[in-house]
Structure formats: structure tokens, C-alpha cells
């Protein structure tokens, strides 16, 4: 089992930038897939970033690509979401997932495939 805890969050600018960070802890952290979902003011949390075990393959949704980056430090036992160019349209509650993967170059995606997750952290842009 792994806990996760996020930071970073906070109200910025539009146009402003903001890095997320997600420490996991309690088992071996380069066994898990990562990802990045937010919830907006509606009720599903949807899906923002990916990165696979050995960290070479990240997945972004659309709406982010070019603005946001995914990375991991194993040694650390964190993942972060570097965030650019922020938009109004990205105010949520940010949530870091791990899920336990065998194969290190799969990125997972599908929300309801992550077993663990962070209690979320608050992004606000404001406009």
C-alpha cells in the first residue's frame, strides 16, 4: 500500500505557472504508475497527466499538452506536474494516483484503473 500526499497548489495569475508535488510513501515507489486528475466544479475528475514507471513515456490530455509536464524522481519518491500558461479553465482540485504496474513503459490513463490517491490540492487561476 502507498500513501500519497500532494502540494503546490495555490491562486495564480492566468498566464502564471505553478509545479504540483506528490511525495508517496509506505512502498516501493518505482513499482507504481503515476498520474495527475483534477475536478472541476463538476462532479467527475477527469484526467490530466501520466507517466509510466521508468518514467520515459508520459501521456497528457489534450487541453494541457505543451503547457504541462509529468516527471518522477524514484529516489525521492515524488511525482510532479509542472503547470505553464495557466488558464481560468484550469482551477480545480488537483489528485495525484499511483496504481501498481508491471510493465515500466505503461502509462495508465482510466481513472477507475488507479487503486490509491491523494487527498487533492486546490489550483485556483484567476483571470
Known amino acids: 500500500q502507498v500513501q500519497l500526499v500532494e502540494s503546490g497548489g495555490g491562486l495564480v495569475q492566468a498566464g502564471g505557472s505553478l509545479r504540483l508535488s506528490c511525495a508517496a510513501s509506505?512502498?516501493?515507489?518505482?513499482?507504481?504508475?503515476m498520474g495527475w486528475f483534477r475536478q472541476g466544479p463538476g462532479p467527475e475528475r477527469d484526467f490530466v497527466a501520466a507517466?509510466?514507471?521508468?518514467?520515459?513515456?508520459?501521456h497528457f490530455v489534450d487541453s494541457v499538452k505543451g503547457r504541462f509536464t509529468i516527471a518522477r524522481d524514484n529516489a525521492k519518491g515524488t511525482v510532479y506536474l509542472q503547470m505553464k500558461s495557466l488558464k481560468p479553465e484550469d482551477t480545480a482540485i488537483y489528485y495525484c494516483?499511483?496504481?501498481?504496474?508491471?510493465?515500466?513503459?505503461?502509462?495508465?490513463?482510466?481513472?477507475?484503473?488507479?487503486?490509491?490517491w491523494g487527498q487533492g490540492t486546490q489550483v485556483t487561476v484567476s483571470s
Open positions: 509506505g512502498h516501493t515507489f518505482s513499482s507504481y504508475a
Open positions: 494516483a499511483a496504481e501498481p504496474e508491471p510493465n515500466p513503459y505503461r502509462t495508465v490513463t482510466v481513472r477507475n484503473e488507479y487503486t490509491y
Open positions: 507517466i509510466s514507471r521508468s518514467g520515459s513515456l508520459t
